[in-house]
């Protein structure tokens, strides 16, 4: 693009979705191991914006050691004459998909989650200097958002700024969530749909309606209208909602028909409120994953900075792994925490009352969301480790999955007996899932609408075999 002339690497699209591993990287930038750092954009005066003007505040990208993570804090300061507060959701979640244009930068996730790299062989090629990444945005900014007159982009790598300035990004944030909370599904005609994170997960489509907050926590019911009307022809769009065909699961004919359009015919089904079944696909840069636990037929949900592993002796990054790339995974579910605090959390699964496990941080977050009965029987890290210690803890606390528990034991009991059943051929899928991935002798199996039958289903921890 002859606008990115001056920039030591190449600029465009094609870069989108391109990863960068950690042997190949010069620095990393928030992360993981960082707990400080943010995005954000505000809306401000035009008095109070230089046109153009990269501020950067702590060491520059040529100053970090190579092959460090270190923490940042990137914003973005707007000004146009009918430019309102309304649409610094908007102008925020841009940064994600100019950034990801550069030629050897990933960027991944948002808000107080981001996570980002740079190649080597950009850094080689010249790109040393955030100079460079603030003219790539305000190119882009000023191009794809002309009602953007004025923009100014301040980066912070000074830890001490970052710390100070995180708690105020952190309520913006809150402030931005709490305006988007009390509209519900059934009271407005439009959605709003999302295709931005297509570039990592082609059959992903975001659907952001008021109950339900995008997966990122990015993009509410109110950033999508906006969004769509100050760029149609950008990355969100209106998805007229149709006829509600199913109240309890959130089926609604526009939803399905757009879905399956901008997905060219791979997902043709989306129910918005259950984990199972059909549920909304989830890309790579969910905020958390709610992941089912057959053993106590409840609901576990970590987020994205939890650092130990869940109560199944699973991390986030192999739950997320499980749950990833646009498909639709039963009993595994990418969502926000935003949609932790909606009525329609996992309505059609039981909500809150089928929740069993998160972790404390998330916990207290969204405790004023959580039904007053409930709160003190969902176990957190500090409960339970491991699948008994929760069992346990759900039994003492009398959790609401323990009348299904018995519900289920009643049914077995009044059924005929096992060796009657087998003769029968009446057997019961040990795993069903619309999509379900295999991975054996490095090839990649999916099946598709799969139900697994076995007479014997053995499950061994993975640290017995190996010893
Ligand atoms: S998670 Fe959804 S709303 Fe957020 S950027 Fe990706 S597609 Fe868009």
Redesign the pocket.
Known sequence: MSMFKDIPVDVGVIYEGERIRRNDMQVELGGPSIKEKFELAKVRPLDEVEDGKTIILGPDIKDLTEGGAFPLGVLVEAAGSTLDQQLEGVIE?RI??YMNYIEGFMHLN?RYDIWIRLSKKSFQKGLNSFEYIGKVLYRLFKSELPIIEKVQITFITDPAKVQEMYPVALEDYEARDAKARGLKDEEVDKFY??????S??PT???V?TPQRY??????SWFD?RASAQIDPKG??FAIERGELTNPEKGEYSGVNETVKKKTLGEVNQVWLYTAFDHPHTS????EAVAFYIPEVDGFGLVNRSFKDVTVNGLPFSTLADSTAGGRQVDGFH?L?IEYMRSQKFLQADGGWNRVVWLPKEVKERVKDFIPKDVVDKIATEEDAQNIDALKAFLKEKNHPVIAKWKEEVAVVEEAAPAEAKEEEGAMIPVATAATLPIMAGGFKIILKDAKIYAKKVIIRSMKSEKS
């Open positions: 979640r994600h998909g948002q749909g999302c295709v931005l994170c297509q990592f997960a992903h489509v975001c952001i995008s997966n990122c926590g990015a993009i999508g990355p969100v890309c790579g840069c969910f990418g926000s």
